[in-house]
Structure formats: C-alpha cells, structure tokens
C-alpha cells in the first residue's frame, strides 16, 4: 500500500525514518526522522536526552513544518 501526502489527515505527521544509523533520508516522503551516532544531525535534533527523555513542551516529532528529525544513538 502507498500512501500521498493528501491521503493522511493535516493533524497527523506521519514520518519515515532512515533505514540506518547515520543513513541517508528517505527521498520518497516529505517528514522523515533518522538516527544520528559519527555524523551531525540532519534537521532537528531531538534533545529530550538531556531532559530526562521527556519532551516538554517540544512538539518537534509531530510538526508538519519539521521536516526532518534525527535522535542521537543510545
């Protein structure tokens, strides 16, 4: 099953996530999320590592306006 951009409801982000770590994004969907060890981070990095693994007020993962986010390896 395929899905397009128009198909998934404007309050839901649904991301596609890198097949490896310090891989290369998906090309195929506009949100993705990927995991980040040797590299820099691509797009936002996920910081909720230094709060305890808490998101607080960050809403980073589910904003259609963040393109990419990339956690940090544990």
Do not use: I
């Amino acid at each position: 099953m395929s899905y397009k951009e128009e198909d998934v409801p404007k309050n839901l982000c649904l991301r596609v996530s890198a097949t490896k770590v310090d891989g290369a994004l998906p090309k195929f969907w506009k949100w993705t999320s990927g995991v980040h060890k040797d590299k820099r981070h691509k797009g936002k990095e996920c910081r909720a590592y230094t709060t305890n693994n808490n998101c607080g007020d960050c809403r980073a993962c589910w904003s259609r306006s963040v393109k990419q986010v990339s956690y940090e390896e544990h």
